[in-house]
C-alpha cells in the first residue's frame, strides 16, 4: 500500500490516467500484450532484470517494486481508445473500465525526509509507444509529485524527481528532456544487469574479476522544486491539455 495519499484529478487528464497497478487485474493483459518472448527481451534490455515469463515479470516488479511502502506501480490508461470488438467501454468517468491499459509506469527510491524520488520502469506497450502515452504519464507524475498540495490539484510537493536511463536507451533520454528533465550528468555502474547474452551484448560492462554479474551505467536527469515554479509548471500543463498530441 502506498504511503502517500493518491490524488485521482491530479492524476488523469483527457487523454490519459494512472492508477494504481493491481496484479490480478492488470499483470496477465500487460504480459500478453507484450507479444512473443523475443519481443519482451528487447523491452528490458536496459533493466536490471529481463523476465521471460509472467510469474518472473510479476515477482520483479512486487520485490524491486510494489513491496517497499513508499514505492508505488502505476498502470497507464490511454482514454482515447477503446476495446477492439467489444462494447465501448466507459469515457472518462475514472473507472476501472476508463480507457484501455498502455503499460506501467512507477515512483521508486522515494525518500520522505528529503522529498525526493524517482520515476522508473516506464514501460509502454508496442501498440501504444510513439504516440502521446509515455509523454502524457510522465507529465501526470511530474504534476503529482512536484504539484504543492495546498494547489489544485493537489500534489506531494516533492523537492526532487529523477530520471535514469542507459546511455544507449535513446528514447528514454528524449522522452525525459521533452518534458523537462534536466541533464546532471553520468551515475557509473548503477545497475547489475542479467547473464542474458542480447543484453550484455547490448548494455553491459564487464566487472571487476571475481564479481558476478555485468555493470549498466545511467544518465541521470532531474526536475526540481524551483523548475517546476519556474516554468516547468506551465510546460507539462501543455502536454496534459493535449496541445502536442501531434508531435509523437
Not at 6 to 17: D, F, I, K, Q, W
Not at 49 to 77: H, M, Q, V, W, Y
Not at 225 to 243: K, M, V
Request: charged share 25%.
Amino acid at each position: 500500500m502506498f504511503s502517500y495519499p493518491l490524488h485521482p484529478e491530479t492524476l488523469a487528464c483527457a487523454t490519459v490516467r494512472l492508477a494504481p497497478f493491481v496484479p490480478a487485474l492488470h499483470a496477465r493483459t500487460l504480459w500478453a500484450q507484450l507479444g512473443p518472448e523475443e519481443r519482451a527481451r528487447e523491452v528490458f534490455k536496459y533493466y536490471p532484470f529481463c523476465p521471460d515469463t509472467l510469474p518472473k515479470l510479476l515477482s520483479a516488479i512486487e520485490t524491486g517494486g510494489r513491496a517497499p511502502p513508499d514505492n508505488c506501480f502505476f498502470a497507464i490508461f490511454d482514454r482515447t481508445r477503446r476495446e477492439q470488438g467489444g462494447e465501448a467501454k466507459k469515457a472518462l468517468e475514472g473507472g476501472e473500465e476508463d480507457g484501455v491499459l498502455a503499460g506501467v509506469i512507477a515512483l521508486m527510491y522515494t525518500n520522505r525526509a528529503h522529498k525526493s524520488t524517482e520515476i522508473g520502469f516506464v514501460l509502454v506497450l508496442p501498440a501504444f509507444q510513439r504516440t502521446h502515452v509515455a509523454r502524457t504519464a510522465a507529465a501526470l507524475l511530474l504534476r503529482y509529485c512536484l504539484q504543492p498540495p495546498t494547489a489544485s490539484p493537489p500534489g506531494l510537493g516533492m523537492r526532487r524527481v529523477r530520471w535514469q536511463a542507459h546511455p544507449r536507451n535513446a528514447p528514454s533520454i528524449r522522452l525525459a528532456r521533452r518534458v523537462g528533465f534536466r541533464d546532471e550528468g553520468m551515475m557509473r555502474w548503477t545497475f547489475v544487469i542479467p547473464e542474458v547474452e542480447e543484453m550484455v551484448k547490448e548494455a553491459g560492462k564487464v566487472s571487476r574479476a571475481g564479481d558476478e554479474g555485468w555493470g549498466r551505467d545511467s544518465v541521470s536527469l532531474a526536475m526540481c522544486w524551483d523548475d517546476w515554479d519556474g516554468g516547468a509548471r506551465a510546460a507539462i500543463d501543455a502536454i496534459l491539455q493535449g496541445q502536442e498530441m501531434s508531435k509523437a
